[in-house]
């Protein structure tokens, strides 16, 4: 009863997620990695003349960022799969247990899905006397258990493309002028964030501009705390 919610067309998503799991990972991690590095350089940068400071505030924060990026990603990915699998079992002991119960569940969530009510008893027994397990995972649960996302690949992953993403901003603070930092940073930062928006929103088909706008707003309203916070600071200091 309580998976109702999830079931519709969930077989299909969890494929597609679970296929490039590795690719959206690094690429959530990439975008994570250049606004949080460039606005911790930015803060810093607003704050203080001294180059030192800003590149150890930043090269810190790409670090931390980094490696909290793939410890996180791979606990979360381990815990969401030893759910998976704890769900799996409760399945197959409610199968030995009340497997006609189970075959009636399974014609309840198929007529829910738009067949006959005889239509889907028998979708459901043939299903049941196929692989009745492997119907209850994928139509009740939404799991798909032949792609299970690989923990440690996304993880690393993830993690790579934090550093590849927040080396950008580190850069500018080593080697661009003082002087006008803040912006050039601001600039750096929007332009990759668009840049990898651009290349993401054309792969998964949905509109450039939209994403543009999106990111250029975030991004400022980031990147502009942050150096607002940082502008405050440095007067007291
Ligand atoms: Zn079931």
């Known amino acids: 009863m309580e998976a109702k919610t999830k079931e519709i067309g969930s077989s299909v998503d969890v494929k597609f997620i679970d296929r490039s799991s590795w690719l959206r990972a690094a ?13 911790i350089a930015i803060g810093v940068a607003a704050g203080t003349d001294t180059r030192d400071f800003i ?25 969401q799969t030893d759910t998976e699998k704890a769900e799996i079992e409760r399945e ?13 569940e399974l014609a309840g969530i198929y007529e829910k899905r738009g067949l006959k009510k005889e239509t ?24 798909n258990k032949i792609s299970q996302p690989k923990p440690l690949q996304s993880a ?18 080593i080697f661009l002028p003082e002087k006008s930092m803040v912006y050039t940073l601001y600039g750096s930062g929007i332009f990759s964030l668009i840049i990898l928006g651009v290349v993401t929103a054309k792969t998964g088909g949905s509109s450039v501009w939209k994403a543009i706008t999106r990111i250029t707003l975030w991004g400022t309203l980031v990147m502009g705390t942050s150096a607002f916070v940082g502008y405050l600071f440095g007067m007291n200091m």
């Open 55 to 79: 590149i150890l505030a930043t090269l810190a924060g790409l670090v931390a960022g980094a490696l909290s990026m793939t410890a996180s990603k791979f606990v979360s990915i381990c815990s």
């Open 92 to 104: 197959r002991i409610e199968l030995v247990e009340s497997p006609e119960l189970e075959m009636l």
């Open 120 to 143: 889907a008893i028998q979708v459901a027994k043939e299903f049941t006397e196929k692989d009745a397990l492997a119907a209850h995972v994928r139509d009740e649960l939404g799991i």
């Open 27 to 39: 690429v959530l991690g990439a975008n994570d990695a250049i606004l949080s590095t460039a606005s």
């Open 156 to 173: 690393l992953s993830a993690g790579a493309a934090f550093i590849m993403g927040g080396s950008l901003s580190l850069m500018v603070t």
